[in-house]
């Protein structure tokens, strides 16, 4: 038996069942142990290690202590080391969502942002909709899942190639980590190439037409909102009550691909919706209550097909692409301003730590 203690790793070999003479890990970081916890750890699991070589029961102190720790300590000991049963000594299979717990361990010692692990792991979770036996999962099962995500959710192919590529990374951590978990990768057949696609120009007499014909504020709100800042989608659906501040006529918009702030003005066609729907709203309270990730296309859709107006593609993602040309053909703004009003990737954005001038976002409020 092998300690990272830094890592709060215990690395050991098998002694019994299929896996005998193999190798595993146990990542106990997740616990946030404290040192006596972590030295009373190995020591019982060496115990334990120990007993199942010998073939032998664990000691008293050891069992006491198995029932003495937190019930999700336990159920993950119990999951990992082989167990002595009455039949002999037999792994405990790990259900998926305990292996995906594992894998947002791993991917905390990666080198890889906070933003793109949550983007990952959102996507892995989704996997669970095939069960909870990790076994079982194999090409037609996910091939099933990517037509359903795609009918309930509009996602176009490239959506579901980034599901696919995200699930892969999965299939192929938990090959390598663990070679008996499953017998092959099941995404090796799905389609992971995302390819470049055009996006439609958003007409800004369709918006006008559509505003006209929104039923509440929180609509004409939401499509002035996302014509003017050209945000992202999730950018837009998760702005707070406290990210608006109306004395200083700017909006902070916390990016979805690297969680950094960007500031962009509060523009005149959004501002005369902001003091009806902030009103009564606390400073953590989202600024839209009604249209959320799970019915926004669906509205917009509806919303286009009322008013005779045509569905351009991709839905949202078409006005951040119209604001950008936008942006782009205003001699006033330059390459750098408008790159810092949409949101670069964080290479592009960090570069030369440039920031917006006051003049700027004062001349764009107004």
């Given at each position: ?13 098998h ?17 946030r ?26 000691p ?8 003495s ?76 899942l ?58 800004w007499?369709?918006?006008d ?38 004395n ?41 209550s ?30 951040r ?40 976002l ?5």
């Amino acid at each position: 038996m092998f300690c990272r203690d830094q890592r709060h790793q215990i690395i050991f070999r098998h002694y019994c069942g299929p896996r005998e003479g193999r190798q595993d890990t146990l990542s106990l970081g997740r616990f946030r142990l404290s040192d006596r916890e972590w030295s009373g750890m190995k020591r019982h699991v060496e115990r334990i290690l120990e007993a199942q070589r010998s073939e032998a029961p664990v000691p008293r102190s050891t069992a006491d202590w198995l029932k003495s720790i937190p019930r999700k300590q336990f159920e993950y000991l119990q999951s990992r080391l082989l167990e002595k049963q009455s039949n002999g000594c037999e792994p405990a299979r790990l259900a998926l969502a305990e292996w995906i717990d594992e894998y947002e361990a791993a991917r905390q010692e990666m080198n890889t942002s906070v933003a793109t692990d949550e983007a990952v792991l959102r996507d892995v979770r989704k996997l669970l909709r095939c069960g909870n036996d990790v076994s079982h999962i194999d090409e037609g099962c996910l091939s099933d899942l990517m037509v359903d995500l795609g009918e309930e959710n509009h996602y176009v192919e490239n959506t579901l190639a980034r599901h696919a590529k995200h699930w892969n990374l999965f299939f192929e951590w938990l090959r390598t980590n663990n070679p008996d978990a499953i017998d092959s990768n099941p995404c090796e057949a799905l389609n992971r190439s995302i390819a470049p696609r055009e996006k439609d120009t958003v007409q800004w007499e369709w918006i006008d037409q559509l505003v006209a014909s929104c039923r509440t504020v929180e609509e004409r709100y939401w499509l002035r909102f996302v014509q003017w800042t050209g945000c992202r989608l999730r950018e837009g659906l998760t702005l707070r009550a406290c990210d608006v501040e109306l004395n200083r006529n700017r909006i902070l918009l916390q990016e979805s691909k690297n969680n950094r702030i960007r500031i962009n003005p509060i523009y005149p066609a959004i501002r005369e919706y902001l003091p009806d729907l902030l009103r009564g709203l606390g400073p953590g309270d989202r600024v839209l209550s009604r249209i959320t990730e799970n019915n926004c296309y669906e509205w917009l859709y509806e919303l286009q097909d009322r008013v005779g107006v045509p569905r351009w593609k991709p839905p949202y993602n078409a006005f951040r692409a119209t604001r950008a040309n936008q942006l782009a053909a205003d001699p006033t703004i330059t390459e750098h301003q408008a790159g810092l009003l949409l949101g670069h990737s964080p290479a592009v954005a960090r570069r030369n730590y440039l920031s917006i001038d006051d003049s700027l976002l004062e001349r764009l409020a107004s």
